[in-house]
Structures are given as C-alpha cells and as structure tokens.
C-alpha cells in the first residue's frame, strides 16, 4: 500500500487540522507540509480537500481565518482554532477511541491462513 487513501481519512481531516493549530496559527501549505512529514508521506493531503475542510471548520465556528503577511507578494491566509474547535477537537479524539475500539474487533490477525499484517510478531 503507497499510502492511505483520501476515502478512508475523510472524516479525520478535521482532527488533523485541529491538531495542528492546536499551539500555533499557520497557513493551508505549512499544514499540508506537516501533515505529509508527520505522517511520513502516507498520506498527503489534496490542496481542495485542505480548503474545503476550512471553509467547513469556519463555517462551525472552530477555525478563523486572518490575513497573514505577504510573502514573495503573495497575501496569505492563516487559520487559528478557536475555543469551540478545542472543544470540537477533544470531542472528535474520544470518538476516534471508540472507533478504534469497535473496529478492531473485526481485525482478523491470528486466523489460519491469513497473511499476517506488518508489525504483526510472527
């Protein structure tokens, strides 16, 4: 598998960005860097899929956005997370918990026969 597919991360977007404006505000390229670094490229994030997350993150009332300073006369943009993305945000990490959990059980791991995942002891 070369990475993780944009169907199957959909729904994480938002904890992903969330996360990373978490401590600092930054701007759509240094977080789609970070994502990609973080994840150690598996996954990389479509430059419409960041926005559109934006634009439904604002809209909720869990980013902001402001102008930001003019690099090589380019005016950019930066998002901040607000109070109500914190909230959001930890919301979002104890759904992920369950998810995690529920899904798990229908991981088949020690079956006869089935290839064992990587990282899985042999």
Not at 13 to 42: F, T, V
Not at 75 to 104: F, H, N, P, Q
């Amino acid at each position: 598998m070369s990475g993780i597919s944009s169907d199957a991360i959909r729904g994480y977007n938002d904890i992903i960005i969330l996360y990373l404006l978490w401590d600092r505000e930054s701007y759509g390229y240094e977080i789609a860097k970070q994502i990609r670094e973080i994840s150690e490229e598996k996954y990389i994030i479509k430059e419409t899929t960041l926005y559109s997350s934006f634009t439904r993150l604002e809209k909720a009332g869990h980013i902001e956005s402001f102008p930001g300073v003019e690099t090589n006369g380019r005016k950019r943009t930066y998002y901040r997370i607000t109070e109500a993305g914190r909230d959001y945000y930890r919301s979002k990490c104890r759904e992920w918990d369950l998810i995690r959990e529920v899904v798990e059980r229908f991981i088949r791991r020690e079956e006869p026969g089935f290839p064992a995942l990587p990282g899985d002891s042999a």
